[in-house]
């Protein structure tokens, strides 16, 4: 399968703990992008990567979220010091720049992250 | 402020009983409408892009259409397999590739 993975599907973590989430985009994606979802609604843009350049943040992202991509292909998500509110289901999805297909962002099936 | 509304929140029909899923945005610059079929636990899957009013795309029993306001999926003789949430978002120009994404429409067929 050469779609988009992530890895752990599921997180069970105490409040205050460190989490990390890591994000495979499919092969030659040069761009991959960071979504949160909760029940009910649809997702929300966190961030967005173009190779290893983080280049746009939303609001969202508190200073206790961080979001890598050294080498321009996997990704990883660190949130410090869980609240019980960061429980939510967190998406990757990557794209590829070619024309034709500039816009379409694939999905992986989501890290699901339960604070307790 | 950009918005994506979708409309029903919840759907359930008759297999073979077709009906059409509502998405309407306001959004300056639009570059791109997006359609998307999510599963319970699992990722959207990506289904159709638009970028023009006028434009229509088909797949199997789903057709997207845009206006210049909103946007429709129409669904033709669904089966039970079609059981999903439907997804719709907005691409703006202005911005590097974010996408702005409605609560979707939960939609249940049932044989």
């Known amino acids: 399968d050469t779609g988009v993975s992530q890895n752990p599907r599921h997180k069970i973590t105490k409040r205050g703990q460190n989490v990390t989430f890591r994000c495979d985009p499919i092969?030659?994606?040069?761009?991959l992008y960071w979504y949160r979802q909760t029940l009910g609604q649809g997702p929300e843009f966190l961030t967005y990567?173009?190779?290893?350049?983080?280049?746009?943040k939303s609001r969202l992202l508190s200073d206790r979220f961080s979001a890598e991509r050294p080498k321009g292909s996997f990704s990883t998500l660190e949130i410090q010091r869980t609240e019980q509110g960061d429980s939510a289901m967190y998406l990757c999805?990557?794209?590829?720049?070619?024309?034709?297909?500039?816009?379409?962002?694939?999905f992986g099936p989501g890290t699901r992250l339960t604070v307790l | 402020e950009d918005q994506v509304t979708q409309s029903p929140e919840a759907l359930r029909l008759q297999e073979g009983e077709s009906s059409s899923l509502n998405c309407s945005y306001t959004?300056?610059?639009?570059?791109?409408l997006f359609w998307y079929r999510q599963d319970p636990g699992k990722g959207p899957e990506f289904l159709f892009t638009?970028?023009?009013a006028g434009e229509e795309k088909e797949k199997e029993r789903l057709k997207a259409t845009l206006t210049k306001k909103e946007s429709f999926l129409h669904i033709t003789a669904p089966k039970p397999e079609d059981s999903a949430t439907y997804l719709c978002?907005?691409?703006?120009?202005?911005?590097?590739?974010?996408?702005?994404f409605g609560r979707g429409t939960q939609l249940t067929v049932w044989p």
């Open positions: 990567f173009q190779n290893e350049a983080q280049l746009e």
């Open positions: 978002a907005v691409q703006r120009g202005s911005t590097l590739g974010r996408l702005y």
């Open positions: 638009l970028y023009s």
């Open positions: 959004v300056s610059g639009l570059r791109g």
């Open positions: 092969s030659e994606h040069n761009r």
């Open positions: 999805a990557s794209s590829p720049t070619t024309s034709g297909a500039f816009n379409e962002q694939f």
